[in-house]
C-alpha cells in the first residue's frame, strides 16, 4: 500500500500525547502546517481587506487563497464557496435566506439519517410558514437510506440529504438522488462534513446545489463552508448590513472573516495534496491522489476494526450499510455505553459515547438521546490504534462480566 502513515502522524503534534484518537468524526486532530500558517498569517501585518496597503492586500489573498484551496478540495468554483463559523450556522443562514421565496403549501425532504444541523434548519423554516415536512427514513439493520422518489412532488423546493451519516457512515447514493429531485425542479442540499475528510469530494459528479462541510473535521481550524454555483447563489438574498458588499459569494459572509483561521483552511488543503500524492501537479489533482490512497487505507484499518469488534462476545454493531465512511457505532450487552467511554479514555484512546446530535437516527435506531459508543479512522489512525482500542474493549467487557 502506497501510504506513509508514519510520515502523516510526524505532523501532528496531538499524537505525541500517545493517545489513539477514534474521535475524529467530532474534529480530528491539526497538522502543525495548519497552525503555523495560522499563527504566521495573524502576526503578519492585518488589515481589513483592500488593495492599497500590503496589510490590506495580504488578507485579500489569504481569503481568495482559501476559497482557490476549497474549490480545488471540492472541485467547485471558488466564487461560490462562502466560509462562515460553522455548517450549523450556514445552514441556518441559508435556510432563512431561501425561505423568503417559499410559501405555505411548499414541501422540504428531510432524512432520519441526518446530522440535526441538516435537519433542524429546514423544519423550522418550513414549519414557520406552513410549508410540507416529508421524512425520508433509513433501515434500521442495514443503516441505509430508504429514499423513495414518491416523497417528491412539484411543491418540493429542497432535498437535504447527508453525504455520510456522521453515526453510522452510511454513503446514500447522492448522483441517483440528485436527478430524481432535479426532475421534481428541487434544489438539493447536501451536507458533506463527515464525508469530505474520508472521500475524494467532486460536488458537480454527485448532484448537490448547496454542499457544506467543516474544516476542523479534516485538520483545519473550526470554520464552516458552504460551497454552491455562484450563479444560483446571485439568485438568494441573505440579510445583510447596507455597507457590506452585495457580491457573491461575501454577500453571504457576515461581518468580517477570520482571515488567520482561512489561512489555515489553504494549510489543511495543501496538506491534504501532500499526504500521498501520485503523479498529478496541479493541487487538484494531488488532493483527488492523496484522498484515494486515504480511502483506500482507512479501508484496510476499519476491516481489522470490525473483524476485531466482531471477535468480542457482546459487541453489537448498528447498521451495516453497504458503502461507508469507516466509522462505527457499537453498543455491548451489559455493559453501558459510558462505560466503555471511560474505561477506553483510561487507556489512553478517545471512543466518546453520544447521539453526536444526529438525534434522529439515534432515536429511529432506539438509542434514545444517548446514541452509543462511535470509534471513527482518521488518515493517522494506525494498526497500533486500532489494536489497543480492540483490547481496551475487550478488557473492558471481561470486567464486566
Ligand atoms: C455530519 C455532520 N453535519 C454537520 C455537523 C455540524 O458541523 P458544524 O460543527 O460545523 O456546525 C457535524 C458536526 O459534527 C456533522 O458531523
Redesign the pocket.
Known sequence: MDYDVDRVRASFPALDSGTAFFDG???SQVPHQVADAIAATLTSGLSNRGTVTDSERRADEVVTGARAATGDLLGVDPGGVVFG???????FDLARALAKTWEHGDEVVITRL?????VRPWKRVADGLGMTVRWVDFDRDTGELLFDPGVLSDRTRLVAV?????LLGTRPDLAALSSAVHEAGALFFV?G??LTPHAPVAVRDLGADFY?C?P??FFGP???VLAADPALLELVQPDKLLPSSDQVPERFELGTLPYELLAGVTAAVDFIADIAPGSATERRGRVLESMQRVEAYEELLFERLLSGLDAIDGVRRHGAPLRRTPTVLFSVDGVPDRVLYEGLAARGVNAPASS???IEASRWLGLGDDGAVRAGIAPYTSEEDVDRLLTGVAEIVAAAS
Do not use: E, I, W
Not at 85 to 91: F, G, I, N, V
Not at 162 to 166: D, E, I, L, Q, V
Open positions: 468524526p467530532g474534529g463559523r460553522s455548517m450549523t450556522q450556514l445552514t441526518d446530522h440535526d444541523a441538516n447527508t453525504g455520510a451519516s456522521n451536507d462534513v463527515h457544506a467543516s476542523y473535521k473550526h470554520l464552516g453526536f446530535y444526529a
